[in-house]
């Protein structure tokens, strides 16, 4: 081990240490996803893979646990102190137990691709006194990464946009527990609640959330593109349905004005009576006064 010690303590994000670990996830990310889309033929086998996967990644976090409590942990040390532990557990629970493709598994896989890509490129872990708690950090960290990769290498989970509203509700629940676990538990700063996400940066935990579901966003719009055709995509139905609905509300004003339209014709019947029978009155008026006038110019007629 005291090699190890020499090589990784001390040292700092995108040295030797971070870069080896770096390389070594990419190698073996690569090599287990072509192994599971090669060779693992049937459904069954691909699904077999995914759940060893999970169950490796499951135990790497129970065992992180003993590590980093100097194997002496207590049951409140197994209770998930932040957004990556608590992703820890939950990723390959998820995995284990959810059906294939369901939202709950999208965002379970998603929330974890991010805290694990977050720590694994950010180097946040790199250096620690203890080479033990680094190794099982990037160990698990990195295994959260790979598992989602390999959930949507194989289509056991798509990230289509129908299933982010569900990442938003996960999200907004382990916000819920951050409070409940700093103010009952005493933790200090679980989920990142009172501190950003990294040290000298803006990551607040909400910035970082709002942050999430726009990549989510995105990546999701990505994955359509490229794997469904253009009238099955996410973006193609939400424009038809904004179509639609300008259709319908343009039926409806065209519409209302026929319906007043109508209500005035219906209207201009009653007038019209009223109107021929002041015309009518006009018109026997002026004919009284032409005779009145013709009897006046006619005087010789009357006495004879």
């Known amino acids: 081990m005291g090699w190890l010690k020499d090589f990784f303590v001390g040292s700092s994000a995108f040295e030797g240490p971070h870069i080896l670990i770096i390389a070594l996830w990419a190698i073996t990310t690569t090599l287990l996803i072509l192994f599971t889309c090669l060779f693992a033929k049937t459904e069954k086998s691909r699904v077999l893979v995914i759940k060893i996967t999970a169950g490796v990644l499951l135990l790497a976090t129970i065992l992180s646990r003993f590590i980093y409590n100097v194997w002496t942990p207590s049951i409140l040390d197994f209770l998930p102190s932040s957004f990556c532990s608590t992703m820890g557990f939950i990723t390959p629970l998820f995995v284990l137990f959810c059906k294939k493709d369901s939202k709950n598994l999208y965002y379970a896989l998603f929330a974890g691709f991010m805290g694990g890509l977050i720590t694994l490129f950010s180097g946040d872990d790199i250096g620690q006194e203890r080479v033990q ?172």
């Open 133 to 304: 708690n680094t190794l099982i950090s990037y160990f698990y960290h990195s295994l959260m990464v790979t598992l989602a990769m390999l959930c949507v290498a194989v289509k056991y989970s798509k990230p289509t946009l129908n299933k982010v509203p569900r990442l938003s509700v996960g999200l907004s629940i382990m916000v819920v527990y951050g409070v409940f676990s700093n103010q009952v538990f005493g933790y200090s700063n679980n989920m990142f609640l009172n501190s950003p996400l990294l040290e000298g940066t803006p990551l607040t935990w909400w910035l970082t959330g709002i942050l999430i579901m726009i990549i989510a966003i995105i990546v999701s719009l990505i994955y359509e593109a490229i794997t469904l055709k253009w009238h099955e995509q996410s973006l193609y139905k939400c424009y038809c349905v904004c179509v639609n609905y300008f259709k319908s509300f343009k039926i409806k004003i065209i519409n209302k004005n026929q319906k007043q339209i109508s209500e005035e014709e219906q209207v201009q019947p009653q007038e019209l009576p009223i109107e021929k029978e002041e015309q009518k009155t006009d018109e026997k008026e002026l004919k009284k006064r032409k005779n009145n006038k013709k009897d006046e110019d006619n005087p010789k007629d009357q006495n004879i």
